[in-house]
């Protein structure tokens, strides 16, 4: 029998297999490298920026987070994305996750559901005149509940889709055993689905956190003024405020930055089974 080392030696490494590798190495730089020179660039004075672009800087300039959390509003910016982003998550959840109850149990017919999954193959901004109507006539445009309403529309497809696939992996015969003992549909819910149904809420919710964070169009046009702005609308806004001081305006990014990479790296194991629950049928 062959040893683990006299195994290894004997292994080579197929040149496809290699150029693979190599594309997939160059892939992931290409990915690093803006974020690194956003990340180098924040704590670099304006001429440094232009000189040594990937190199440790000189001198750092930790005063440039400090102007950008003052400019264009930014602080109360930060205040409403995370009150938008997070309630509209919350909404989100709840509202798609009864949704998908009913598709994969009750409702489990094709046409309602692909109704739903067609939403995915939609873009925002095929849609975002027929939302700014709709919101206008019930009077919340410049309002946080408009923003948070289209935040939770502009997710519900895509949430709907993930959840079904992920409620018909969940053995009938655990809602059976709970009906069984008494238990309505709606307590069967709450208490039973929803704790089971944990990476399928993460993995929404994640997403949903991410692309509200990210957003930019919706608040651009739903939003007016500085009290309702966005963290991403108030770093646009930098730009035009500073448009030479880039280590200014890159330390606005790497704030925009930093929530998104957190909640990540906390959900990031979710993620996976989320979305890779509904792939195989036991």
Not at 129 to 141: D, F, K, S, T
Not at 193 to 218: E, H, M, R, V, Y
Not at 264 to 271: A, D, K, M, R, V
Request: net charge positive.
């Amino acid at each position: 029998m062959k040893t683990v080392e006299q195994y290894k030696k004997g292994v080579s490494l197929h040149p496809v297999t290699a150029l693979k590798y190599l594309a997939l190495t160059l892939a992931g730089f290409s990915c690093i490298l803006p974020f690194v020179w956003v990340a180098l660039s924040s704590v670099k004075p304006d001429r440094e920026i232009y000189s040594n672009s990937f190199g440790l800087p000189k001198v750092w300039v930790w005063s440039n987070y400090k102007d950008a959390w003052k400019g264009a509003q930014v602080a109360t910016s930060f205040l409403n994305s995370i009150f938008y982003s997070f309630t509209s998550v919350a909404l989100l959840i709840l509202v798609a996750a009864m949704a998908s109850y009913i598709l994969a149990r009750v409702w489990t017919g094709k046409i309602l559901y692909n109704f739903f999954a067609l939403g995915i193959m939609i873009p925002i901004h095929a849609v975002i005149i027929p939302m700014l109507m709709i919101l206008r006539r019930l009077g919340l445009v410049n309002t946080r509940l408009g923003i948070i309403l289209a935040y939770t529309v502009a997710e519900l497809s895509f949430s709907i889709f993930i959840l079904v696939a992920f409620m018909k992996t969940i053995p009938r015969e655990i809602e059976e055993a709970a009906q069984i003992d008494g238990s309505s549909r709606l307590r069967t819910f709450f208490q039973i689905i929803l704790p089971i149904s944990k990476p399928g809420l993460a993995t929404i919710g994640t997403f949903a956190f991410i692309n509200s964070w990210n957003d930019l169009l919706l608040a651009l046009v739903i939003t007016s003024g500085p009290k309702l702005s966005t963290l991403n609308l108030a770093c646009f806004n930098l730009r035009g405020l500073y448009v030479q001081h880039y280590g200014l305006i890159t330390a606005g990014l790497m704030i925009m930055m930093i929530p998104v990479i957190v909640i990540y790296i906390f959900f990031q194991e979710q993620l996976v089974k989320g979305i890779t629950a509904g792939a195989v049928k036991s």
